[in-house]
């Protein structure tokens, strides 16, 4: 009898109509949409293991899961079947073999993650972004962003009450990026608590509106104090776009 291989799938989505990537006992999920896809395609009941948890309304230009599966894949042809079968704002790219403990969530090292907005509203970006009907200081903003990555407790932008062992995490660039009227923000970080990123651009806002300054920024962070941190930024700005594994994992 044929032993179960490890697949990783790679994908994205529009996050504005799901609950979050994890599966929801009441409210649909990526999670659950691309598990019913897999157990249709390949006859069987198909678990998928992801590499983070994105919340309600977030949206993946890249992400990776893991599932298990004891027969024989035409690969191309389990993405095209996919394809047609999902709705259209989840799309697969590419389902590949890798070794047998390879681990979407624990082996990545490394993960990257943007939040965009708009500096005049655009009908055919407006759930992809967060408009900004007044322009906060951006030079003042990258001036506090610069900062991030000297540190590494990031408990003040982590949601209350999670069950995480540890707030360290290795943050090693957070920067600004202009393009015409879209700014983008970028962060990566070899691990992000939950919503930390939305919790760090809510910080980075109130400074460039001037409710906060950069030397409190500092005291923010050295509190550990969510509730002394910024409002959490809107979920449909942010999008994860790229995830870091070793080579060996790929065979």
Known sequence: MQEKRRYFIELAY????????????????????????LNKMLREKIAV??????????????MVAHFDYKGEIDLEHLVYRLNRWLPKDIAVYEVKPVVENAHARFHAYKRSYEYHFLLRPDPFQVMQAYVLFRKPDFKLMQEAAAILPEYKDFECFSRSNTDVKTYICDLTEAYFEFKDHKVIFHITANRFLRNMVRAVVGTLLDIGYGKKTIEDLHEII???????AGASAPAGGLFLTKIHYPEELFL
């Open 49 to 62: 293991q992801g590499a983070g948890r994105t919340d309600a309304g977030v949206h993946a230009a890249f």
């Open 14 to 37: 529009d996050g504005t109509a799901y609950h979050g990537w994890q599966r929801q006992p009441q409210s649909i999920s990526v999670q659950e949409v691309l598990e019913d896809g």
């Open 222 to 228: 050295a509190s550990k104090n969510r509730s002394n």
